[in-house]
Every structure is written in structure tokens, then in C-alpha cells.
Nanobody
């Protein structure tokens, strides 16, 4: 069964940290680019970060650069996003998605397989 499952969301105070996981089953995640997206209440979905399959190149949206880090653990078939110095404006449902082109590089528009999301709430 092909599946992407996000986890690691929760409630955290401003300035805190969370580590999101995107675990794959039924296929080898290392072969594909993986992106993280988020959608805040009443807002459009936003691209957050991406890691390519071929060279591990990473991409971040400006608002999270220096605070978020995307990484892979191929042995665990999982992609992570470490989120530090969280702000209330980071509150959103976070989704991971895969570009199902073998050996794909980061191209958000090509991501066509999605998990169901995990909620991150940053509040005091």
C-alpha cells in the first residue's frame, strides 16, 4: 500500500521547536523529491521546503530560512523537517508531498502525491 504519513505536529509556545516526519510506505522515498507545504486557516496553501532526490539539494521559502531544516533518513524511508524558533504565523496544517518522477529535483508543481497533514499550533 502506497502511503505518506505525517506526524510530529502539536502545540508549542513561540520560540519553541518541533520536528515533523513524513514516513513513506509502499515505495522508496529516496528516489523522489519531497516537499513540505502548509495551509493556515483561511489562507492558501504555501510551499515551505523541498529536498531533491538526486543530490539532496534543499529549498526553503524565505519566511522559514534559517529556522527550518529539511532532511532525509533513507534507512527509515522518512523525510523530516526540523522547525526551530517557531512563530505564531507558522501555525498551519503541514503536508508532505512527493514528485513521483524517478530521480526528481525540487519542483513544487510536480508534486502529486500527498499525505493527510499534521497540525502545528504556535501559541502561548
Amino acid at each position: 500500500q502506497v502511503q505518506l504519513v505525517e506526524s510530529g505536529g502539536g502545540l508549542v509556545q513561540p520560540g519553541g521547536s518541533l520536528k515533523l516526519s513524513c514516513a513513506a510506505s509502499g515505495f522508496t522515498l529516496a528516489n523522489y523529491a519531497v516537499g513540505w507545504f502548509r495551509q493556515a486557516p483561511g489562507k492558501e496553501r504555501e510551499e515551505v521546503s523541498c529536498i531533491s532526490s538526486s543530490d539532496g539539494n534543499t529549498v526553503y521559502t524565505r519566511s522559514v530560512k534559517g529556522r527550518f531544516t529539511i532532511s532525509r533518513d533513507n534507512a527509515k524511508n522518512t523525510v523530516y523537517m526540523q522547525m526551530n524558533s517557531l512563530k505564531p504565523e507558522d501555525t498551519a496544517v503541514y503536508y508532505c508531498a512527493v514528485d513521483r518522477t524517478y530521480g526528481s529535483n525540487c519542483y513544487y508543481g510536480g508534486m502529486d502525491y500527498w499525505g493527510k497533514g499534521t497540525l502545528v499550533t504556535v501559541s502561548s
